[in-house]
């Protein structure tokens, strides 16, 4: 059975950097994209981007170009999500998913001063 | 890239009431679309993939139909448990989301 486990909920400070991670069991860590998303409190679900951990080629939203990089760690099937300069803005669940049928339970960013 | 829209935003009904959510692509997305379930606090569900194809183990009460830029998902015979979000997905290019659709009790 196919796990995937986040890193724990975080508060940082705008300015900041932050990388979150996502840890997949049950396999196929390299055979499968594996996507990020976003949810701001209260709001809808907003497609971050995608990894192929086999080759570490990645896609973007537009909206995510430039303000987050993806990358992934095959020895350890992690996939990392990783904020350069936070923004209040960027307060939001974050999931990763695979195929959508498989999901984290989200790590809940909080940037505030 | 690709827009979806999704209508009503939100519907009110009762136990045993037929729902149907309609969503449209900017682009023809073939049948590239997923549906997602997601109840307050909770991550979301996948119902249907591939416009038209049950996920193993979700109820059969829930059914998807559409190609190209308009797809519909039917809920016949709501139950208590199906109360919450639902959004639909295209991952023809680039994945994006609809806004979603918020299923309450009348």
């Known amino acids: 059975e196919v796990h995937l486990v986040q890193s724990g909920a975080v508060v940082k400070k705008p300015g900041e950097s932050l990388t979150i991670s996502c840890a997949v069991s049950?396999?196929?860590?390299?055979?499968?994209?594996h996507s990020w998303v976003r949810q701001v409190p209260g709001k809808g679900l907003e497609w971050v981007g995608r990894i192929n951990p086999a080759d570490s080629s990645v896609d973007y939203s537009p909206s995510f170009r430039g303000r987050v990089t993806m990358s992934a760690d095959t020895s350890i099937s992690t996939a990392f999500l990783h904020f350069n300069s936070l923004q209040s803005s960027d307060t939001a669940m974050y999931y990763c998913?695979?195929?959508?049928?498989?999901w984290g339970q989200g790590t809940l960013v909080t940037v505030s001063s | 890239d690709i827009q979806m829209t999704q209508s009503p935003s939100s519907v009110s009904a009762s136990v045993g009431d037929r729902v149907t959510i309609s969503c449209q692509a900017s682009?023809?997305?073939?049948?590239?679309v997923n549906w997602f379930q997601q109840k307050p606090g909770g991550v979301p569900r996948l119902l249907v993939f591939?416009?038209?194809n049950l996920e193993q183990g979700a109820p059969p009460r829930f059914s998807g139909s559409g190609s190209g830029t308009e797809f519909t998902l039917t809920i016949s015979g709501l139950q208590s448990e199906d109360f919450g979000t639902y959004y639909c997905?295209?991952?023809?290019?680039?994945?994006?989301f609809g806004p979603g659709t918020k299923v309450d009790l009348k």
């Open positions: 049950g396999g196929g860590f390299t055979t499968f994209w």
């Open positions: 997905h295209q991952y023809d290019r680039l994945d994006t």
């Open positions: 682009q023809d997305v073939n049948t590239l």
């Open positions: 998913a695979r195929l959508g049928r498989n």
């Open positions: 591939d416009a038209s």
